[in-house]
């Protein structure tokens, strides 16, 4: 659906869920709060400009592959969307290749793609994947994140968007299970949702080196949608005894409450 107050921008809804917004005009317009903070996290990891190879697992309209082309030129980006018939649509209505864009996009399942993924080859890897509006069971283990650490150079980080709300049992679990691969961990979120006040999207960062925190908190607190960073202690004292998550006891995330995330 095309936005009316904005030219160039678009909506798309998948089952009354708002899965992807972009602005054909300007790509470095991230309208969704979440898409805001994997913006942030990709202008902290790197100097300004430098091209980065990075793998999107989820590709929805391709909203964060045309904010790094159009931020990054020259990056290399391939996106893995497992609803054929979504991409199709995206490419006919929203294509995304222009100047400086180098995104290849295919269908496949995420971990398929991600095992087949060649060692030590990604700057970034960018999880973004729901099934409806939760997150697939396979794609939140301490298996899946070990082949997300294979796949990422030594430095590169792995990101993903996830929701939970209250009691906050799956984002403590995703935690505890990203924290079991990589030794570097962040959480972002809205402050109520970190309370566990209320349902909402959640990124988790993890890499084998510092992660940016100081200059991501910066972004963080003057985005128009301001989050909180937690990392270290404070992170620890979060997920508790939560323990990781393994292929054998993964489920999916939690759904949202009615109405959470709906369009009228």
Partial sequence: ??????????????????????????????????????????????????????????????????????????????????????????????????????????????????????AGSQDLLIADVFHGSRTPAHLTSVEFLRLAAAALRPGGCYAANLADGPPLAFARAQAATVRAVFPYVCLVAEAPVLRGRRYGNIMLAGSTVPLPVAELTRLLAGDIFPARLTDGAELAALVGRTAPVTDAEATDSPPPPDGAFSVG
């Avoid at 904005?6 to 708002?18: A, I, K, M, Q, S």
């Avoid at 972009?22 to 430098?50: K, Q």
Wanted: glycine share 12%.
């Fill in 1 to 118: 659906m095309p936005d009316i107050d904005r030219d160039g921008g678009w909506l798309l809804t998948l089952d009354g869920t708002p899965q992807s917004y972009v602005d054909l005009a300007d790509p470095t317009h991230l309208e969704f709060e979440y898409t805001r903070r994997l913006g942030h996290l990709a202008d902290a990891l790197a100097p300004a400009g430098r091209p980065l190879d990075v793998l999107h697992l989820g590709g929805g309209a391709l909203t964060m592959p045309r904010y790094l082309a159009a931020t990054r030129p020259g990056s290399r980006q391939r996106v893995v969307e497992v609803d054929g018939p979504l991409l199709e649509l995206v490419a006919a209505h929203l294509p995304w290749q222009g100047p400086g864009a180098d995104v290849t996009a295919t269908v496949g399942d995420a971990r398929a793609a991600l095992a087949a993924t060649p």
